[in-house]
């Protein structure tokens, strides 16, 4: 039995059972790095000391049959823009190289709450900015279905790392679709929740109105697993909300009979892929047949949703990389006075695509431009925001593509940066209405690449879009097939 294949729930069967040790389990993920990390290039950081200590101590609670912790043993992947006290976190950038955090993210607390292995931190795009991974400031990740292509970004590590088996599951953070457009390319599952679900307590901010922190593992099933424990109030975060967390497990394998599928005529636009748009298609057709009802609705604004993100998201992440100036912490160049240091560690630190959106974003923010680009922005987001109030007095979620096309080729798009912007042009409006989204597998182009289907669900109703996720992807077998590697 290949343990590294397994996901949340079954490791965790195994190891209740006693049939495998936590330390077994751990060994057989660091075996599957060591055979293939070489191709895939999913980590940054690898933490075998401490995973052996980590699993050293879930073994011993396990032997004490000790309850409630739904982690227990479980090796995981962090994407590296998360805070682990202690373990480096450099967001891939040679800005925070060196940077060892002296405190814990609220997230990566709770996963230790429940006993989970930390396996490593995973490669990004530098700062989480880049839809491909092609940006991060230490080496590209490559897609485990084809390593000449992109896993997508920017949290294309964890994908790569859940998709290739090097972990059970990871963590990513998803401020435009980092987390469901690189899901959907690597074939496996990726859960945004509404903003405020999930604390961002020790993730370091690229744009705070826009991040959150998710999930991507090999099943929806373990997709609920993680959210239960990742999920919560947290005082240490002014934006998360203090409501009660449902169980999300709790709607596994019930029925979607009645409800609404909004179908939005915005997302099937000229230039999609038309095996991407036959294969959600496909999938519309399989969950009308488990009882669901499609509605075509119409979300008028989304074609300004782009527009509107990057403004914002340019002008936010403008903002919070103030802060390196080679003087608090992270890297630090010598200058002959102060602004000279200033300079040349920026200009040292940062790579070209942090330095495009930090220009970008203070030219939006300056005086006289700030009224025509980021108030308008943000009056475009409410409208945005209000298109889907407006459908969902109607429907219960919305089924869309994740991405307008499967992974493209290493390379092919980083000499046109607006051509990368358009990788997510299916999944930035949930951002900017922070609303929750899932993207599940729902077939494979001819060349054998994964295609991913998008539920979008109601603020603060994860459970609707686990449900229908769930339903679905237990009526196929997309999720079950692995790359070659």
């Not at 989480?128 to 991060?136: F, H, L, Q």
């Not at 959150?212 to 239960?228: C, E, H, P, R, S």
């Not at 409800?259 to 057709?285: C, H, M, Q, S, T």
């Not at 025509?372 to 869309?400: M, N, S």
Request: net charge negative; aromatic share 8%; charged share 20%.
């Amino acid at each position: 039995m290949d343990l590294f294949r397994l996901s949340i729930s079954e490791v965790t069967h195994l190891l209740k059972t006693k049939e495998v040790s936590a330390l077994d389990v751990m060994n057989a993920v660091f075996q599957r790095i060591d055979s293939v990390e070489d191709k895939v290039k999913a980590y940054v950081t690898l933490t075998r000391e401490k995973a052996l200590e980590m699993a050293v101590k879930a073994q011993k609670e396990i032997n004490e049959g000790a309850p409630g912790k739904m982690l227990l043993g479980i090796p995981l992947a962090v994407k590296d823009n998360m805070c682990t006290k202690g373990v480096l976190t450099t967001c891939s950038s040679g800005m925070l190289s060196n940077f060892i955090p002296p405190y814990e993210s609220t997230v990566t607390s709770s996963l230790a709450e429940h006993g989970y292995v930390l396996i490593g931190k995973t490669n990004m795009d530098e700062f989480a900015m880049g839809s491909s991974t092609e940006n991060s400031g230490f080496h590209v990740t490559r897609n485990p279905w084809n390593l000449e292509r992109i896993p997508g970004g920017s949290s294309g590590g964890s994908a790569s790392a859940v998709a290739a088996d090097e972990c059970i599951a990871a963590l990513g953070s998803d401020t435009g679709g980092s987390i469901r457009q690189p899901a959907a390319l690597c074939g496996v599952v990726g859960m945004k929740p509404t903003y405020g679900r999930v604390s961002r307590y020790g993730l370091v901010a690229f744009a705070s109105s826009l991040d959150q922190i998710g999930t991507l593992t090999k099943n929806v099933q373990d997709a609920a697993i993680l959210m239960n424990v990742i999920s919560g109030h947290d005082p240490y975060d002014s934006t998360s909300a203090p409501l009660t967390v449902p169980d999300l497990t709790g709607v596994l394998d019930k029925d979607i009979k009645g409800i609404k599928l909004g179908i939005p005529k915005e997302y099937f636009i000229e230039g999609i892929d038309k095996e991407i748009e036959a294969a959600v298609y496909a999938a519309i057709k399989n969950l009308e047949g488990l009882g669901a009802t499609p509605v075509e609705v119409s979300l008028p604004h989304t074609e300004y949703a782009i527009a509107a993100y990057y403004i914002l998201a340019t002008s936010e992440a403008s903002s919070n990389l103030a802060r390196y100036d080679g003087v608090k912490y992270g890297l630090r160049a010598e200058g002959k006075d102060l602004m000279d240091m200033y300079l040349n560690t920026r200009a040292r630190g940062f790579g070209s695509e942090v330095k495009r959106r930090i220009m970008l974003g203070t030219y939006t923010l300056s005086s006289g431009y700030y009224e025509a680009y980021y108030k308008k922005a943000q009056q475009v987001r409410t409208l945005i925001k209000q298109d889907f109030e407006d459908v969902f007095k109607h429907v219960d979620l919305l089924v869309t593509p994740t991405t307008p096309t499967a992974a493209f080729k290493i390379g092919e798009k980083t000499a046109d940066p607006l051509q990368m912007y358009l990788s997510d042009i299916f999944t930035i409006s949930v951002n900017l209405a922070g609303l929750p989204a899932i993207s599940v597998p729902c077939g494979f182009t001819a060349d054998n690449l994964p295609i991913g289907l998008q539920c979008i669900g109601k603020h603060f109703d994860e459970e609707t879009i686990i449900k229908v996720a769930h339903a679905y992807e237990q009526s196929t077998d997309w999720h079950r097939r692995k790359p070659v590697l």
